[in-house]
């Protein structure tokens, strides 16, 4: 049977009409939310992913201040040019789009981004909030800033009542910035979590065994159906350009077969994450007005 097509296209719109009204409430107020972007070089890639988190912005009313800087920049430009976000008390958020060239340190540069401002969810400050936190509820109740891709999968499970507590989950993939983070918010959604990388043994029986699979792993139709197991919910996180064009981590025609849910690429989990950046942008604001973060 043909699995429910879970359209993250459909519930990011959804998602950003009530938060085109959070903002309005809060320019009411007189807060008025500004994301900073920083783009180093010229990745086609990332000029993509910019450019939608750009639009996104103006359809919300957030006000986007984007700078395209040389890939020659060195580091300490780099990290001058943070500081001198962190301090402007206008810039409600800081995002610079990773990946950014070799010479410089992605570690040192996240460190740099004050964590009140780190709507990326990549500081160590805030990845330690919500590595300790039991409860994923805790972690919305409490407004940490959860990083966008995890969040996005969170809440995409969420709007299609997929049950995640007790589920068994497997996690393909252990990058910073989606396998580590969504093991962890889905652990403390009471899931059994696995995470998977390229030296697990037998990947294929351990993810045949996974209620819900998570691939985000970077290689194109990577995960096949004789891997996933009969009415399983799959979320593919890949973004891989073929001559094809864009596909998943997931061989989606036949993994569909298979499923019961699953994710397309366009149109899954993508436009989820720039959602979730919006919102924790539009928190960001918030708390900076309040003056208590
Ligand atoms: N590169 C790939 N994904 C992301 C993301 O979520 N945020 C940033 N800043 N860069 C990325």
Redesign the pocket.
């Known amino acids: 049977m043909a699995a429910i097509v879970i359209n993250g296209k459909e519930v990011a719109q959804q998602i950003q009409e009530e938060l085109a009204d959070k903002v309005i409430e809060l320019k009411a107020e007189g807060i008025v939310p500004r994301l900073a972007t920083l783009l180093v070089g010229e990745d086609p890639a ?1 000029q993509v ?1 910019i450019g939608q988190k750009r639009k996104a912005c103006d359809r919300l009313g957030i006000i986007s201040d984007h700078q395209t800087l040389s890939a020659k920049i060195t580091e300490a430009e780099l990290l001058s040019i943070i500081d001198g976000l962190n301090n402007d008390p206008e810039v409600s958020g800081i ?5 950014v060239p070799e010479h410089i340190d992605s570690v040192k540069i996240l460190d740099a981004i004050s964590p009140q401002k780190d709507v ?1 969810g ?1 500081h160590p400050f805030n990845v330690g909030k919500f590595f300790t936190e039991k409860s994923f509820s805790d972690m919305i109740d409490k407004g940490l800033f959860l ?3 995890p969040y996005g999968i969170m809440e995409l499970l969420k709007r299609y009542n997929i049950p995640i507590k007790g589920a068994d989950v497997v996690v393909v993939g252990r990058s910073n ?2 396998g580590k983070p969504i093991t962890m918010l889905l652990l403390a959604a009471d899931a059994t979590v696995t995470v998977c990388h390229s030296r697990t043994r037998d990947l294929r029986e351990v993810c045949r065994r996974a209620d819900i699979i998570v691939a985000a792993i970077g290689k194109p139709k990577f995960v096949t159906e004789d891997m996933v197991k009969d009415g399983a919910v799959v979320i593919d996180v890949g973004v891989n350009r073929l001559p094809e064009g864009l596909v998943g981590d997931v061989d989606y025609v036949n993994v569909s077969q298979k499923a019961s849910a699953i994710t397309p690429v366009p149109g899954g989990v993508g436009p989820m ?1 720039i959602t979730m ?1 919006m919102a924790n942008t539009i928190m960001a604001a918030k708390n900076q007005a309040m003056g208590n973060k």
Request: aromatic fraction near 12%; charged fraction near 5%.
């Open positions: 990332s992913y995002l610079v789009q990773l990946p990326d990549f990083p966008c891709t910035i989606v994450t950046l």
